[in-house]
């Protein structure tokens, strides 16, 4: 039984991979990020009261699911990029897509340090603020 769990999670995972044109370091960074930017966000409410995704501040489970709604668009989008590369015979577009998506939610994370009080530097200030206007 162990076995065939095993071998099926595996399956699952090498379609999912394959989807997404391999498990590669972007996708990984982008997954871990992700991962990164939830935690730091269900802190920032839970533990600090201080999100701005609910009127009290305070950590809902209704915000908490958009949240992961959202990431998981976000990944639809990097499939989309993987499909647009076939497309056009290309690697660009999913790396791109990637990127950005990193560095959105590099955003988000040093966001949320900066709620729970953790003190933020300027350079890093103006780093998010000239990637922010860009967006």
Not at 27 to 56: C, E, N, P
Not at 74 to 99: E, N, P, S, Y
Request: glycine share 14%; hydrophobic share 50%.
């Amino acid at each position: 039984m162990k076995e065939s769990f095993i071998a099926l999670m595996g399956a699952i995972g090498a379609t999912v991979g394959a989807f997404f044109g391999g498990w590669d370091l972007g996708l990984s960074t982008l997954v871990i990020a992700m991962a990164l930017d939830y935690i730091t966000g269900l802190i920032v409410a839970g533990v600090f009261k201080r999100s701005g995704k609910t009127q009290s501040g305070a950590l809902e489970s209704n915000a908490g699911f958009k949240g992961l709604c959202k990431k998981a668009v976000m990944l639809f989008i990097v499939l989309l990029g993987h499909r647009l590369d076939l497309t056009m015979g290309t690697t660009i577009v999913k790396d791109a897509v990637v990127f950005g998506f990193i560095a959105n939610e590099a955003i988000s994370i040093i966001e949320n340090a900066g709620l729970m009080g953790i003190p933020v530097g300027d350079t890093i200030k103006n780093a998010i603020d000239v990637l922010g206007k860009k967006q």
